[in-house]
């Protein structure tokens, strides 16, 4: 399954959803009157923030351990997160009966690292300025016989992501209004290439846009470029979920040929997305899961009479931050 170009296609999008039918939610897409006249279009928005474990990662996480070997399942998985993927890893695997590791920064949320030890992974905190979290999930696996699961730059994960995009794209369509645009957020790429595959399987003609926090867009820096390019990443952005500063080696040449171009969002238009989620669809959404709904209010595209797709992509948020995010205006 692996090689230098993995990109899912038709028959393991469809075998994933099969696959993952059984534990994952089939998130509903709702509309806000108030975002739709304001912006003069459709705006359906898919709340992945209600999918297990909080975040869309749950997707890429199950479709993983549920292809482990039995032998693989008795070594267990380990693997790195700021939060998201660590925590859908963990519950999975307490899901499944198998043990797992998460490596995660000691600055990551603390509500993500309560959640994962809650569900029973083990947890190791690393220090970012001296360790690298590659070295030491391949030093856990060589002695402990645990299976890598990456958050992003994984065959299995990315069709994972899939089943996301082809879900939301089904939906929009049974409505009759097919997505002329959606919009992801991104930081490795992860949900975007796969959901990009997923939505083209079923409307192609659909402009994908990924977003992600100003100076962290190495998305939208690789894809002007035409090769991977590294976003500065100075300076610190909210969305502790967005912070990869380039796309994944799998996953950029599959945006490259879906993505119609990359957006970027700074602090206060995620904080703005963050309290017009909670007091006008009375959702709890992340910093990094706001993103394309900042984008959209920010006025990064054109969606006048457009029907515009958006996955507000994770709901996992420190009570005191989030609580500031939406009180300060």
């Given at each position: 399954m692996m090689s230098s170009h993995f990109e899912p296609d038709a028959a393991l999008i469809s075998a994933a959803r099969e696959r993952i039918s059984a534990y994952a939610v089939r998130t509903p897409v709702v509309e806000s009157p108030a975002l739709n006249r304001e912006l003069d279009a459709r705006i359906l928005i898919k709340p992945e923030t209600l999918q297990r474990a909080g975040s869309f990662k749950f997707r890429g996480a199950l479709n993983r351990a549920l292809q482990l070997t039995p032998e693989q399942r008795a070594g267990g998985m380990v693997a790195w997160s700021s939060g998201n993927h660590g925590l859908a890893l963990s519950y999975v695997a307490k899901e499944l009966g198998i043990k797992a590791t998460i490596l995660m920064p000691q600055e990551a949320p603390r509500t993500k690292i309560d959640g994962v030890r809650a569900n029973g992974a083990m947890v190791r905190l690393y220090d970012k300025t001296r360790e690298v979290r590659?070295?030491?999930?391949?030093?856990?696996?060589?002695?402990?016989?645990a299976v890598i699961v990456p958050p992003y730059d994984d065959p299995y994960v990315m069709t994972g992501q899939a089943t996301l995009g082809a879900e939301f794209a089904e939906q929009a369509r049974a409505q009759g209004l097919p997505l002329d645009m959606a919009l992801f957020a991104c930081s490795g790429g992860g949900l975007v290439s796969g959901a990009s595959c997923g939505v083209h399987g079923v409307t192609p003609e659909t402009r994908i846009y990924s977003v992600e926090p100003e100076?962290?867009?190495?998305?939208?820096?690789?894809?002007a470029a035409g090769e991977l390019t590294k976003a500065p990443a100075s300076g610190a952005s909210i969305c502790d979920a967005l912070l990869v500063p380039v796309p994944g080696k799998l996953t950029f040449p599959v945006c490259q040929k879906h993505l119609t171009g990359g957006l970027s969002v700074s602090d206060d238009e995620v904080k703005?997305?963050?309290?017009?989620?909670y007091s006008q669809l009375k959702l709890v959404v992340e910093p990094g899961g706001a993103a394309p709904l900042a984008a959209l209010l920010a006025g990064k595209l054109d969606v006048r009479g457009k029907t515009v797709g958006i996955v507000l992509s994770g709901?996992?948020?420190?009570?005191?931050k989030f609580a500031n995010f939406i009180t300060a205006a």
């Open positions: 590659e070295e030491i999930g391949a030093q856990i696996a060589a002695e402990t016989g100076g962290f867009d190495g998305m939208a820096r690789s894809l703005a997305a963050i309290r017009f989620a709901a996992n948020t420190d009570a005191d």
